[in-house]
């Protein structure tokens, strides 16, 4: 593990760990300008982020969900909720994402759920762990045998997505609503085969895209394409051509 991976597990739990003080106590939150929730926590876990890397690492350029920053090739990127929704509502699929770019790449990504006491963590050509523990993503190849995820029907439904979801149902094992960085996280550790997102943000996918791939998993957009976009699906091998195709009509 290198210094800079050991750094960021150790940072995003207290940030993550941090939010448990407002977890489930009924927490009042603003709307932002594009009329998404923010509270407290998220501010709270996002500026003790910042602190921890502008200490560590002098001068580096950070790139943070609340707060903006930089689009320099190499970069911080936090997310210091993922799914606030879920943290103001009380449900425990909520997490904290932090991660480092090189190149514009994210080479290492850190994905704490504090609610659940769970991590999932990687760094590019050093697999991925859950807890303490190696994962990999599942070796199911039928749809019959797979579960998906999504996020929001009413996103998936407004981004032209919803249709061929529902037709994968039909065949698929199950569909389940487990949504945002949790979604991802199930498929890095086998747990589900698939997660669709339909519309992301760059903190909302630069921590998971390494996780999947090096949990061996695809992350991909809807045509397949490996770059980070404003869409994501992370998926199993084994279904990745029929999901992507059932897209793709």
Known sequence: MSPRLAFA????????????????????????????????????AEAFIRREIEAAFPGEKILGEEEGGSDAADRW???????????????PLYATLLSYEQDGKPILGVCVIPALDEVVFAESGGGCFWNTKPCRVSQKTKMSESILCCGSH?????????????????TALATRGWTDAYGHALVAT???????????????VSAIAVIVREAGGSFT?????????????????????????????
């Open 190 to 204: 086998g747990r589900t085969e698939a997660m669709i997102d339909p519309v992301v943000n760059h903190w909302d």
């Open 77 to 91: 990127v936090i997310d210091p909720i993922d799914g606030t929704k879920s943290f103001i509502a009380g449900v």
């Open 221 to 249: 957009d809807f045509k397949g394409n490996d770059r980070l976009a404003r869409e994501a699906v992370s998926c199993a091998p084994g279904i990745k051509q029929e999901l992507l195709e059932a897209f793709g009509k």
């Open 9 to 44: 597990l150790r940072t995003a739990h207290e940030a993550a760990k941090g939010t448990l003080r407002y977890f489930q106590q009924g927490v009042g939150y603003e709307l932002k300008a594009d009329e998404s929730p923010v509270t407290v926590a998220d501010q709270e």
């Open 154 to 170: 009413y996103t998936m439904s407004q981004a032209g997505r919803l249709g061929p979801f529902l037709q994968l149902a039909e």
